[in-house]
């Protein structure tokens, strides 16, 4: 019995030691260094059963351990080599290999998990057998160099054997000595153009050449470090690179682009040559497997772009070692994608209740192992979004509202911006496949060769302007000049929406990139594009002022007295008609187009009313991109006035994609579109249209305005006027107490407008009306509204007038028809005031589901009174109790004024009844006064109500 108790242990722990080793493979390990275990800095301890470590170079510094576990390298750290000048060195005596090397039996399979930082054609070294006996070396391909003999994995150019700056890779040499060696990078394998006919005997060192000098020293990081006196093949070769993947979150291709990973008895947890071979892209996985040291707790793919994070349990931390999960032994979640792009361009219906209409069009596939249950955070590397991004899983590939929608959260790991499901996602049921969505948006919904997007109500800073568009290319302030500034307020003028003011005194407000905005080469006859901008100039002074330009004076949209296209000397000039539709006015906001085809003529829009330009799009600008001057650098034509949106698209738009993105301008900023004929359709991103303006409204298609909500367009506009001149309706969804836009709490549903017009009549009260009773009014104006609404918008709203505090009540008067009469719907209007301004106001609760689609407004006047005559003759009586705030009393006062109860005299007080609501009298007695702070009027109860005391006759 003792003896058993003695021995049991010394078998597991000798099966342990046999185990421990890369993907599980232990027979001929002779040297294993990794990163996350066994680094000091001056040694580097070897964790195969070898035990000799590596030791630092004393002539040069200590190498570094990363500080931190960056996603770049899957959250594990890297010993870093790179030194200003004096490279780090480590090194060992003892030769890595058996001797005596005998031809043709020798062989081995050397790692490297390395991460240049520098690629320049000067040679670095990550190790080397005896004084460039042999080593992994690169220039700018990797290299196994043998004694004068060089073995160039990247010999065919092929560049998924070339090395790249700071992308982590695991670089292999396959080699038997006296025979041709192989190179392999990610599973991807090469013959090398030599033999290792001069394989090194002696010591080993890594980040350099030599031990003692700065001999093509590597210039960068290493993470893992290790090598068998046998060449992996099969099975063995797929469990280590395996290993390495997961651990370091590198995507494994073998030369027909795909690859399985094998955990360390074998089994596959990734079939990507089969099953999963649509989604072998950006392929990572977490999970635990003892025989080779791996407990990978979180991963992402170290690939460039926006690559998912899955953690097991939380995610908080930068750093895999500091993750609390614990997954089971051999159990593993592993996922890729199908290659495509992180754009949210493909339309998804979503689940109700959740905001969203587009989806990426990249798609993830996870597999898992049976024993994986581990609940999971799923993570997307993001600046906080201007919507909501929800996680969709689907059994199957197509997302649909029937799939599981979780929302997503805003955190902050590491330093980086990521959103975030709870960490409660559980693989082993709800659905394999999985992509995101989100109210994906662009002008009108028109996706397609969107180039660029700047807009006031987004992404503005001041020193920069961030891109709205998928391509995300900041325009960013020229530091020579001053900052732009946001409008403080979001006044009318603007529709409530803010605006870039680009206008200074002298030095001129500019914002730039350097990046072209159209995709070259340019193509004669091909290469199209259409250009906004809504922009508002404070000055028209002949000057020429610039709104945007294409390098440098390349081309620009300019104006002088007239809007003008110019290409390096090609004058394309809307006005050249003298259509005052497309001239600029100084404080009128427009939308003002450019239509061009490289070569060939080019077009203007301004509001919706086209004309051709006098010249063609020969020298169409080719470079850096500028707002609001000629030149990042100078005061070249600059900008005086406001720019709310500037944007384009890399094609001509025109038919129903024009109306779209016209309509999202229009409704926006209260534009009213108007094409040739005067007229136009408003049509939403859907295509359907909100304003029929040509056929049913074209009698009411001025001053045209509307609220209403477009995700696909990021348009949310809940309270809105025509910015044309004059007194312009306003119409808000629920209350209207704010002069900016963003800050009216309504929520309007999605897809759902009401859009208004009138008939171009003025706001003078002269037409006749009859009142009804208890009204007094007897003119309308002029004018008449007509609202249009899509039929799921059944919002309540209030609808106001600018108008000073008027003699008399003014009623907001509806119909169902054009004739406005004593039996339509009255609604007495009160005085508020919102962004200094004073209106006139109905309640906010006005449907216009229902009680008419017409609507106008009426007064009483000054006839509409009557005064009954004096009494005369003899006075039944006089007053006899008087209360006077004078020094003096007059002679016989108050008993010479007839007819009194009592007098009340002052030269500087007034007389305050009671200050309350009607609400608040519980037990009212006819003809009792009060004053109501509510309804802001004298009221009395009539014995049955309260009423508002207003003029009228008093016979």
């Not at 080593?135 to 004068?148: E, I, Q, S, Y």
């Not at 994986?372 to 979004?385: E, G, I, K, R």
């Not at 929406?497 to 091909?526: A, E, H, K």
């Not at 609404?789 to 009540?809: D, E």
Request: proline share 5%; aromatic share 12%.
């Amino acid at each position: 019995m003792k003896k058993k108790i003695f021995l049991a242990p010394l078998l597991l722990f000798s099966m342990a030691s046999g185990q421990v080793a890369p993907g599980g493979v232990s027979q001929n390990l002779e040297f294993w260094y990794k990163a996350d275990q066994g680094f000091s800095g001056s040694q580097w301890n070897d964790a195969s059963v070898n035990g000799i470590p590596l030791v630092q170079s004393q002539s040069h510094p200590t190498p570094v351990l990363s500080n931190t576990s960056a996603p770049q390298r899957n959250f594990n750290p890297s010993v870093g080599f790179s030194q200003a000048s004096n490279y780090s060195i480590l090194f060992r005596n003892q030769n890595v290999l058996p001797t005596p090397y005998v031809a043709g039996q020798t062989q081995g399979s050397f790692y490297a998990v390395a991460r240049p930082k520098v690629i320049d054609g000067n040679w670095q070294t990550v190790w080397d057998m005896k004084d460039n006996g042999s080593n992994l070396t690169l220039d700018r391909k990797w290299t196994f160099w043998n004694n004068g003999y060089f073995n160039n994995a990247g010999n065919n150019n092929d560049p998924a054997l070339q090395p790249s700056v700071n992308t982590i890779q695991i670089a292999t040499v396959h080699f038997t000595y006296k025979s041709p060696s192989s190179f392999e990078v990610n599973g991807y394998w090469a013959n090398g153009n030599g033999s290792a006919n001069g394989l090194g005997n002696g010591f080993y060192t890594v980040g350099n050449q030599n031990p003692n000098g700065n001999v093509e020293p590597w210039r960068g990081d290493i993470s893992e470090n290790f090598g068998y006196s046998k060449k992996l093949n099969g099975t063995d070769l797929e469990k280590v690179n395996t290993y390495l993947a997961i651990k370091y979150g590198i995507t494994l291709k073998n030369n027909n682009g795909l690859y399985d990973y094998r955990r360390s008895d074998g089994e596959a947890i990734w079939n990507g040559t089969a099953v999963n071979s649509a989604y072998h892209n950006n392929v990572a996985g977490i999970g635990r497997d003892n025989a080779s040291a791996l407990h990978q707790k979180q991963a992402n793919s170290v690939n460039n772009g926006q690559q998912v994070v899955i953690s097991a349990g939380d995610f908080t931390t930068n750093d895999n070692a500091a993750n609390g999960a614990d997954i089971p032994d051999l159990q593993f979640l592993t996922w890729g994608d199908n290659g495509q792009s992180r754009s949210y361009t493909t339309k998804i219906t979503a689940l109700s209740g959740s905001i969203a209409n587009t989806r990426m069009n990249a798609v993830w596939k996870v597999q898992r192992t049976s024993g994986f249950h581990q609940n999971v955070t799923v993570a997307l590397p993001n600046s906080v979004p201007a919507n909501t991004i929800y996680m969709v899983r689907s059994v199957d590939e197509v997302f649909d509202s029937a799939d599981t929608w979780i929302p997503m959260s805003v955190t902050t790991v590491g330093g980086i911006s990521y959103v975030r499901t709870p960490g409660t996602i559980d693989f082993s049921a709800g659905g394999e496949y999985f992509t995101f969505a989100t109210a994906g948006a662009s002008p009108g919904g028109v996706s397609e060769n969107l180039e660029f997007w700047y807009k006031a109500d987004q992404g503005f800073s001041g020193t920069q302007w961030n891109d709205a568009s998928v391509n995300e290319i900041p325009l960013v302030q020229s530091q020579s000049h001053p900052t732009p500034v946001l409008s403080n307020t979001s006044a009318p003028q603007r529709n409530f929406n803010p605006s870039v003011g680009f206008s200074q005194v002298s030095n001129y407000s500019i914002l730039f990139r350097s990046q072209n905005v159209l995709p070259t080469p340019y193509v004669s006859g091909q290469t199209q594009g259409s250009f906004y901008a809504v922009a508002r100039p404070k000055v028209i002074d002949g000057n020429w002022q610039t709104v945007w330009d294409m390098k440098n004076n390349g081309s620009n949209l300019t104006l002088d007295r007239k809007w003008t296209f110019w290409n390096n000397g090609y004058f394309n000039n809307a006005g050249n008609n003298n259509d005052p539709s497309l001239q600029p006015n100084v404080n009128t906001i427009q939308i003002a187009t450019v239509h061009f085809t490289y070569k060939k003529p080019s077009s203007f829009e301004v509001n919706g009313h086209w004309a051709n330009g006098n010249g063609s799009t020969n020298g169409l600008g080719n470079g850096f991109y500028t707002v609001g001057n000629q030149n990042p650098n100078g005061n070249v034509e600059p900008w005086r006035g406001d720019i709310s949106e500037n944007f384009g698209y890399s094609k001509k738009l025109i038919g129903t994609d024009l109306e779209k993105v016209n309509t999202y301008l229009a409704v926006k900023y209260g534009i009213t579109l108007k094409n040739n004929n005067g007229l136009y359709n408003y049509r939403r991103s859907d295509g359907e249209t909100i304003w029929n303006g040509t056929t049913v409204n074209s009698a009411y298609h001025n001053n045209v305005a509307g609220i209403g909500r477009d995700i696909a367009s990021a348009l949310h506009q809940k309270q809105a006027n025509s910015v044309n001149d004059g007194q312009q309706v306003v119409i808000s969804a629920g209350d209207f107490t704010t002069n900016d836009n963003a800050a009216n709490g309504a929520n309007i549903p999605d897809l759902q407008f009401l859009t208004w017009g009138d008939n171009g009549q003025s706001r003078s009260y002269t037409t006749k009306i009859t009142a009804p009773s208890g009204i007094i009014a007897s003119k309308r104006m002029s004018a008449i509204w007509k609202v249009q609404r899509t039929s799921g918008f059944h919002q309540n709203v209030t609808v106001a007038l600018p108008n000073g505090v008027p003699a008399n009540t003014i009623y907001m008067v509806r119909s169902v028809d054009e004739v406005f009469d004593s039996a339509d719907m009255w609604i007495p209007m009160s005085v508020t005031t919102v962004g200094g301004i004073s209106y006139v106001r109905t309640p906010g609760t006005i449907d216009f589901s229902a009680g008419g689609e017409y609507f106008t407004f009426a007064i009483a006047d000054q006839s509409d009174y009557c005064t009954k005559d004096p009494a005369t003759g003899t006075p039944a009586g006089f007053t006899k109790i008087g209360i006077t705030g004078q020094s003096g009393i007059q002679n016989g006062w108050p008993g010479n004024v007839p007819n009194g109860f009592i007098a009340l005299e002052s030269k500087n007080k007034g007389m305050v009844i009671t200050r309350t609501t009607s609400a608040s009298i519980a037990v009212p007695v006819e003809g009792m006064l009060i004053y109501d702070t509510t309804d802001k009027c004298f009221k009395l109860y009539n014995g049955s109500a309260w009423k508002c005391i207003t003029r009228s006759c008093n016979d």
